[in-house]
């Protein structure tokens, strides 16, 4: 975590005494101390007891003179015994050698992560260690700021507008009390410009300092979409003095010191020939403070300034290739070849790319976006579902397994489409979903053409689950450099994710994800194991789930339902997590691939593209019509189950091979 120091004497050794008085670099750093102070306290209350016990709803009580008798103490008396038991239970998951690592760990990754930040903020505010230290030992936080984030059900509402991501970052990260608020607005943006480029001069932008800079713009009371818009300027800004500098001379320089910097070890000399970035004259290139101040006018500081809170990123184009990853998510041919062995056909798809799925200096970001899809019907549906995910983060869509997820998604397609499940749906919404899992009662009807869905589904967990490990080595290997990575996914792809976040806990991998989204999941919603996902993730954690999924309640029967299943109900008992229940929106498992930017807009994800949402609905709404003129179609005649389990699995066998038939069509024009 290295920063260039600007020797003593030099103009631009106090980086913010240009633009704030020192009362004001004071009262900034005491901010920046209470708001580390408050992302410490939801580290620890993620493994806190009763921090989970206070976002439990509670009973009313009693009120005074109201007669109870012997039943309604009864009924007392036997809910304070489960939430006993319950509570025993939490202290004893929190009390294995496991658990208590996990929360050394995490709070050790983090107080270094502190460190360097104050000690990057006590050099550009030009304060001394000990007014720093002073600066941090006072930092307080307020009950309000520390529960934030409940993990209490949140009901989809049909109202909700464009505003919400502000209201989605006020309740993540709630205002901490500052004097910097009553400064004019243009100064407190120019602040927040100001903390993200000193952030950037630590030579990465981790998910806890993209985190730091939410609680900032809330504290400050300016609109997520002003750091958002700043990140992208900073971006392109970075990129464009890069490309414009010529790097001979800075390359022979750092020739040797390079050779084992850890900067290198994505293994940026690997491969001869590669374009970085687009930085024409070579990796290493020094950034003047005369091309950054250029660049980056509109953030409204001077060339001086911007260079020196830069540090060493404004004096190497290494450093920033480091920053953006080497390959802007294409990955190395030793990596390749490695994940090759695991994962059949796992890669990047830039949303914004060219033909030849790479992404464009123009379309690169501060900030990753990865969208997994968790089946498919055709090859369209690995980067449809996330069109709608706006352009203000490096949009990716993950390929992987591409003939598992077809003949899985071909499959659930040909069952629900099938009169056997249109018999057994009537008989299972009679019971419920939970009642036909825990009771194992499901239609025989149903059972007969079960083997059409179950090894598919089988065979596409176990791969989700590989994939997912394959992942989680590609981000710590820098595959998309060392920047923040949100991840969303429905269906086996958030199963994929939620494998990815299991392998990071158990690498002590921290820093890396930003936020997450976890839509109809078909994983286990036991405490434990999301306790240990929810260490791994600096900003949200969000659980979504239908109480109408089907599908997903058959698929998963032969599983570890005594676990629970997190894409059928909330997660309890973690600290942290935001479940959302989308059962009016969502009427089937088979609908969430056309539903993704309509349930992201409405639980304040930010950056989602309006337009898009507004085609998906309308998709969605066509879909539907048909189904119905389908349905009201059908001849009302007996099927028999066992020859159309036969016909199914032709069905499903030709669909699959026309799909990858196109896949090989289209690597051969390539090619």
């Not at 109201?66 to 509570?87: F, M, P, W």
């Not at 230290?133 to 109202?159: L, M, W, Y």
């Not at 060339?303 to 920033?320: C, D, F, K, P, R």
């Not at 030793?334 to 062995?341: G, Q, S």
Request: with cysteine; proline share 3%; aromatic share 4%.
């Amino acid at each position: 975590m290295a920063y260039s120091q600007n020797p003593e004497g030099s103009d631009d050794e106090n980086e913010l005494s240009s633009l704030l008085s020192a009362e004001e670099r004071t009262e900034l750093t005491l901010l920046i101390a209470n708001i580390a102070e408050v992302m410490r306290k939801k580290i620890t209350a993620v493994f806190d007891v009763s921090a989970a016990d206070e976002n439990r709803p509670k009973p009313l009580p009693l009120s005074k003179g109201s007669d109870t008798n012997e039943v309604g103490e009864k009924e007392e008396t036997d809910e304070a015994i489960n939430a006993r038991k319950l509570r025993e239970k939490r202290e004893e998951e929190l009390s294995v050698p496991e658990i208590l690592e996990l929360k050394s760990s995490s709070l050790e990754f983090f107080e270094k992560w502190r460190e360097s930040l104050l000690a990057r903020v006590r050099t550009a505010v030009n304060s001394s260690k000990e007014v720093a230290d002073g600066q941090k030992e006072k930092a307080t936080i307020t009950p309000h700021e520390i529960t934030a984030v409940q993990d209490q059900t949140k009901v989809i509402k049909p109202n909700t507008n464009i505003e919400e991501a502000d209201a989605a970052l006020i309740a993540m990260c709630p205002p901490t009390s500052t004097s910097l608020v009553a400064l004019p607005r243009d100064k407190r943006v120019l602040i927040l410009n100001a903390m993200l480029l000193l952030i950037l001069s630590l030579e990465h932008y981790l998910a806890h300092s993209r985190v730091l800079l939410q609680h900032i713009a809330s504290s400050l009371h300016l609109p997520l979409h002003i750091l958002a818009e700043d990140e992208v300027k900073v971006a392109q800004g970075l990129l464009e003095a890069t490309k414009e500098m010529s790097g001979a001379e800075e390359a022979h320089k750092r020739g040797d010191e390079n050779k084992t910097a850890r900067r290198w070890k994505v293994g940026l000399a690997g491969v001869a020939g590669a374009a970085v970035i687009g930085v024409t004259g070579g990796l290493a290139a020094p950034l003047v403070a005369g091309a950054i101040g250029t660049i980056m006018g509109g953030l409204g500081l001077g060339a001086t300034t911007a260079a020196g809170l830069l540090g060493a990123l404004a004096e190497s184009g290494v450093i920033v290739g480091s920053l953006f990853g080497a390959y802007g998510g294409k990955m190395t041919g030793k990596m390749m070849d490695a994940y090759a062995k695991e994962v059949d056909d796992f890669a990047f798809l830039p949303l914004k790319g060219s033909k030849n799925h790479e992404t464009l200096p123009k379309d690169r970001r501060l900030r990753v976006t990865i969208g997994i899809s968790g089946w498919l019907t055709q090859k369209e549906d690995i980067i449809t579902p996330w069109r709608a995910l706006g352009r203000q983060s490096e949009v990716f869509a993950l390929r992987w397994e591409l003939e598992a997820l077809t003949k899985l998604g071909s499959s659930i397609e040909s069952m629900v489409k099938s009169a056997a499940w249109g018999v057994a749906k009537k008989q299972i919404i009679a019971r419920t979903i939970f009642a036909s899992l825990m009771e194992a009662l499901w239609p025989i009807t149903l059972l007969k053409v079960s083997k059409i869905v179950d090894n598919p589904f089988s065979v596409a967990k176990s791969r989700a689950d590989k994939a997912g490990e394959v992942l989680a080595d590609a981000l710590i290997n820098k595959a998309q450099g060392e920047r923040s990575v949100t991840l969303v996914g429905y269906s086996l792809g958030a199963r994929l994710i939620y494998s990815c976040l299991v392998s990071l806990a158990e690498r002590r991998a921290f820093g890396l994800i930003e936020s997450v989204v976890l839509i109809g999941a078909p994983t286990s919603s036991n405490a434990s194991v999301w306790r240990a996902i929810r260490s791994v993730v600096a900003g949200r954690l969000i659980n979504v789930y239908s109480e109408n999924d089907y599908i997903l309640a058959f698929l998963y029967r032969t599983s570890s339902i005594q676990y629970g299943v997190a894409g059928l109900q909330e997660v309890q008992g973690v600290t942290g997590v935001e479940n959302v229940n989308v059962s009016e929106l969502i009427s089937g498992h088979l609908r969430y691939q056309y539903s993704i930017g309509t349930i992201l807009q409405k639980i304040g994800f930010e950056d989602i593209d309006v337009d898009q949402v507004a085609k998906e609905e309308e998709t969605l709404a066509l879909l539907e019509e048909e189904d119905k003129k389908e349905e009201a179609g059908k001849k009302k005649e007996y099927i028999d189950p066992d020859k159309e389990a036969v016909q199914m699995e032709k069905d499903v066998e030709k669909k699959t091979q026309q799909t990858m038939m196109q896949k090989a069509g289209k690597m051969l024009h390539l090619s």
